[in-house]
Nanobody
Framework: VQLQASGGGLVQAGGSLRLSCAVN????????MGWFRQAPGKEREFVAG????????TYANSVKGRFTITRDNAKSTVNLQMSSLKLEDTAVYYC????????????????WGQGTQVTVSS
């Protein structure tokens, strides 16, 4: 399974950005998907996750109400819509796939994309 994240960029605080992750693999529908982020000097942290059947999602408290994760199993993509962005959202964002269910622990994720930079400016 290969993951390709895209959509990062520079945005002003309060703005919005949409990240996408294309998954190359015929078994996409069997995996729960997640987004993580890593800021300079900090550990990678969970942002949002979505189950393999649409409807179950989970979010970090820091992004709840601002970010929305969705997936399209027919197109093998997972998206992260980010709104009301804050300076502290600046990080490299990674998409990942797991066969362990809807989890927020990075070591339980089996496949990772290469990351896309999100920079929020004041």
């Amino acid at each position: 399974v290969q993951l390709q994240a895209s959509g990062g960029g520079l945005v002003q605080a309060g703005g919005s950005l949409r990240l996408s992750c294309a998954v190359n693999g015929r078994t996409f529908g069997r995996y729960c998907m997640g987004w993580f982020r890593q800021a300079p000097g900090k550990e990678r942290e969970f942002v949002a996750g979505i189950s393999w059947t649409v409807g179950r999602t989970t979010y970090a408290n820091s992004v709840k109400g601002r970010f929305t994760i969705t997936r399209d199993n027919a197109k093998s993509t997972v998206n992260l819509q980010m709104s009301s962005l804050k300076l502290e959202d600046t990080a490299v964002y990674y998409c990942a796939a797991t066969s362990s269910g809807l989890v927020d622990v990075s070591k339980l994720y089996d496949y990772w994309g290469q990351g896309t930079q999100v920079t929020v400016s004041s």
